[in-house]
């Protein structure tokens, strides 16, 4: 997250598509103490060139089952109130 530009952080921070892929990166490879080519480990790269930190998985988990929820309210809410049919 270092690497966005100060005006688009807040388009990082409620985009479902950003906390998905943060939870699947963090959940793959935020513990994985194999080391790379360079002598550096993958949990150290995935948190110094992403950012991304295996701990806050539980709060990634959490943002992606509101998103949902927030998602399926919505929807919900659609069907109710609007009526699309003509008569």
Request: glycine fraction near 8%; charged fraction near 15%.
């Amino acid at each position: 997250m270092q690497r966005i530009p100060i005006w688009w952080k807040w388009y990082y921070w409620i985009c479902p598509v950003a906390w998905t892929l943060y939870g699947l990166v963090a959940s793959q490879y935020g513990d994985d103490m194999h080391t790379l080519e360079n002598g550096q480990r993958v949990e150290e790269f995935v948190k110094n060139y992403f950012g991304f930190e295996h701990d806050f998985l539980g709060v990634v988990a959490i943002v992606v089952a509101g998103f949902s929820l927030l998602f399926a309210l919505i929807f919900a809410f659609g069907i109710k109130v609007f009526n699309f049919q003509k008569r």
